[in-house]
């Protein structure tokens, strides 16, 4: 059996590991103060393009989430969300668990729209009893989303407008940053980022790295005793230089990138396969994740040598399914099921 | 002016006023240890046709929806309600700020179905993933509604039965129970309302009293501890003794239930009169909060002399507006607002 | 059987009770937007001679407290109290409840020093991993205290010398202000207090009123949406005028003094009893609580025909006991109670 | 410079980076749920002498504590523990953060006693306003304590038995757990933990692993749903057989006694030259911390080669310092320092 179940199913890149062994006996400062979390932030500002941020390292998704949104928000304050975001459905109610409602926006295909944005904002403000109801405070979004979609360089600098317009903040989730930035389609960079958003970031955890997030914080009043909240959230690693170790190895020779790339490759190479083959695509996913709706009888055929998602039920006969490819994925194992995709 | 713009616009019943000034200079225990609380409790129980269960005093609707519900949920739990729902809606995030997700589902008229919540528990438990989801902890429905509709007594035991098959509590918010109970088309009693759920309240507030909502706890779980709710919330009025005079005043001589009556009779004139007028009705109600459809000329005129609620825009001639009547609503005045629409 | 066990057994002063009847029919806004809350806020910034404040008015203490609280900390930040504090003792936890430490300082009579948050601060801020602790972020205090001692002016300047030093928030809980301010050893105004505090609150369920707490904010960004923060807490009255009423009486013809003097004046009186009797006193107050050290005999003689608290047990054959008066007590009940101390 | 300052400056025990290798590039599912995690699982239950209990892998220890303690306690229970409690001081506020309060006990050497949390809750239950005070409602200790101090056998099964008389659940903090269980005044093995607490955890983080504590829990209302609790809290890894892959290589071939022993012996031989050397010892520990009051100039001296952590002055010219061995500590270097303090 082959797992392309998500995109965090082996270990990590053997690069890094290279660097865990060959640093394991040195002592170091823990809670992030040494010098490889020192190197690997100095890369994210030289990456960014920007020295006025700060740079922390968490070492998974909802701990990020969570900490940056309770670190952000008043009481009654709102994260404005899609409703298929992540933080509305995945995470155990992890953000309501600080205090904060999610606002969920309809939303296809994991996208908000700006105008989304200003409807409930402009609602919010105009109403005469504005104080029984929760305050939109900021707006979380995905890039890539949760369906595997991305935001235009447009879309992003209208989000930010919006936000700025309200005084709310913009974070981006970059849980699968790498896949986003190296997609075909794509035509955002991290220095876009630190431009048009206050808070987002670069997921390690599904791009190369055993865990980690590295977050990257442009808005002064956020930047402000930062790290009791990562304490108080539970996510500071006390080997902190785990984290520095990994991203300072992800930004070594443009790791993070060209392993990115690799695993669009390979799910572009499925999309087409998809496609020739006829099957409808749920969603319209340039990068690692792909939603294919394919007859059931072919996904029960191919459950006997592929371990895949199911998304949902199309069809009395058909069901979206997902495929995800990774830094870790094998050419040979997508031409095999290139191949059995062919022979269904 | 006068004011038709919600059920609390007036102090309170002159029966309770009269009976606070009897007893304003006796000495008593705080905090609801006191013999005009335990009177009110012995009344509702008898009413309720129940001895075994608890009988709490609050001051408002928010407060004692957040002690209920941070009382019966887990951590990881939710509430499930309409999307309407006045938690979901109109308090400020009060139940997110003690941890807990509204599980919001779809609702036309306020109400919610066992189906619905059939189908999104038994898409929970057979999640394969369910532990990264909230769990549906408990139900929480309104009768009346936010939209003056209520439930029949065969929804309210089909709500009861699919809590009972998933483990979780059945909870009723009765902000407005008085104008429930007594509609025309009610079926429900209190009886049933000991019967069906797991926790529900009897509001004052909105009928006839200054301020006061009385929780009835039949669910034993439930029971234990919850004075320590009610304090932790802010709920435990020092001077208790003021909400089990009124309660106890309400329920003497069935005045809460004739208050009520009073105010639904005045509501079904206005609903009469609307009808025959040839304005739609947003929903269909039949209790006293009646939400009409008026051309916008007509709001426009009726508000020379009347305060009453903008409820949405239906058209673009059109909105649906709220006319609230209550126990203190006087008949004359609803035959003169009668006359202003005919001649509208 | 006499009650001095608190200072909330009766209802409220008439005069109050005289307005609540008088306007009980009248039609009026809610939630606190009416023209009594407009003319009870006026009256208080006229007292407090500052015009440039915020006044709200909540129902009860813990609520209040909570409010205030949650409204003014980041979510790693802790309230100094002193260890006998009330938000430390005596509210289930509800700070905490809202995510928030109370940092305890040791007292003797329930006052805390400003050279002790001093040397807490300087300890918190030169500690090399201060953000493994929690921060101080504001000073609770009481005046008078639990123990009903008082600070001075003095004291009151020193503690806001160094909450502006620190960074943090001063926040005087007055529960029982009045009863303070009227003492004769007082050299505190309503105007210090809005001078050198940040947000305190003017208690009226323990000094005339049927239930109400007016809190004061002076600063500015504490001001910043504080409606959404009592809303959530629970603490927005329906009937909100039923606030206004109230401590627009209480601060009509200066009723809120007179009743506080009385309460004093019947409170030294009993005093100066206790010590011609040679009773020691555990703490040495002048305002309405006072807490004699009595042999267990006479306190089982006078519990015979009157209700006070037991404090604690200080030897073998004495202990401390609590009377407070009020404004509400009878003065020839004092005196029968000080013939029957002198008796035992 | 050689870090004496705590016990995680260094990676992990090379047999587990070794096994991190070898299995990097597998694909296994997610979130604990692999065949790794299942190994290490069925060998601490094997190690506990006890099938019948629950074992989850996260993290880092504020993770841990946060969750268990949230997990367990109803909203108005707080957790007692030594004032110096880990919990009650260096977490940021975590636990408060989840609602609770610490109820903090005075201790000199980092242990309470079940006299101590037997006189809290007597005084709790019989005082007659109970529901204004947090409820005790589990007992956290740690084992060894802050202060590398040991429970007794006896010690921890009177804790147990007090809890089981309040209805308490007690849970044990191992951060150090390895340390403490070889330590040659140690009676407790890890049976006796399964046995006398509710949940306890096993540390890893300072035993030779990366990162990762095994929480082990017997009490069967604490099992039910915890991995909802764990996603909640930021605390479900994804790569979660990196937990599995640690914990199963520390109890393979007893590597986590051997290499605690390993600290331990170390500790000893510094000890005995601190006594030898005439220095007081702040505490009397017999585990990998150690507590020696120094004079300042010899910490001074000691400085230049060492790091090590400054704990409290102890007089005017002495200072109690924390010297901490570990798994990684190597024989030569304490032999190195320990010339260099006789030579002092």
């Not at 235009?152 to 986003?180: I, P, Q, S, W």
């Not at 987002?200 to 055993?210: C, D, E, H, N």
């Not at 979206?320 to 095999?336: I, M, Q």
């Amino acid at each position: 059996m082959y797992r392309f179940q998500c995109d965090y199913t082996e270990g990590a890149h053997p690069a890094i590991m290279q660097r865990m062994i060959e640093t394991n006996m040195e002592q170091t400062n823990g809670y992030g103060l040494d010098p490889y979390c020192d190197s690997a932030r100095q890369k994210i500002k030289d990456l960014c393009e920007c020295q006025d941020m700060d740079v922390h390292f968490l070492v998974g998704g909802t701990q990020t989430n969570t900490t940056v949104i309770s670190a952000a928000l008043r009481p009654y304050q709102g994260a404005v969300a899609a409703v298929s975001g992540h933080i509305n459905v995945h995470e155990t109610g992890a953000i309501e668990a600080t205090g904060h409602k999610v606002l969920p926006l309809p939303s296809e295909d994991g996208k908000i729209a700006a105008a989304q944005v200003e409807e409930m904002c402009h609602a919010h403000w105009t109403d005469g009893s504005q104080e029984h109801m929760v305050q939109p405070g900021m707006v979380y979004i995905s890039h890539p989303t949760e369906n595997g979609t991305l935001y235009t360089k447009k879309e992003l600098a209208d989000l930010h407008e919006v936000c700025r317009k309200y005084g709310m903040l913009l974070f981006l989730d970059g849980a699968r940053l790498g896949y986003g930035l190296m997609a075909e389609t794509n035509d955002i960079t991290l220095a876009d980022l630190a431009k048009y958003t206050d808070v987002f970031y670069i997921g390690g955890t599904k791009v190369g790295a055993l865990f980690g997030e590295a977050v990257v914080i442009t808005n002064r009043a956020l930047k402000k005793d930062f790290r009791y909240m990562i304490k108080q959230n539970g996510g500071m690693l006390a080997k902190g230089r785990l984290l520095g170790i990994q991203f300072d190895t992800l930004f070594t020779d443009d790791l993070y990138f060209k392993i990115s790339a690799h695993a669009d490759e390979l799910a572009m190479k499925l999309k087409k396969i998809f496609l020739e083959k006829g099957y409808g695509l749920r969603y319209d996913s340039y990068t690692n994740q792909q939603f294919p709706i394919l007859p059931d009888s072919h996904i029960e055929k191919l459950k006997e040598k592929y371990v895949f998602e199911f998304w949902e039920k199309v069809s009395d006969t058909e069901s979206a399914v997902r495929f995800c490819t990774s830094w870790a994925t094998k050419p040979e194992v997508v031409d095999e099921l290139i191949r059995d995709i062919m022979e269904c």
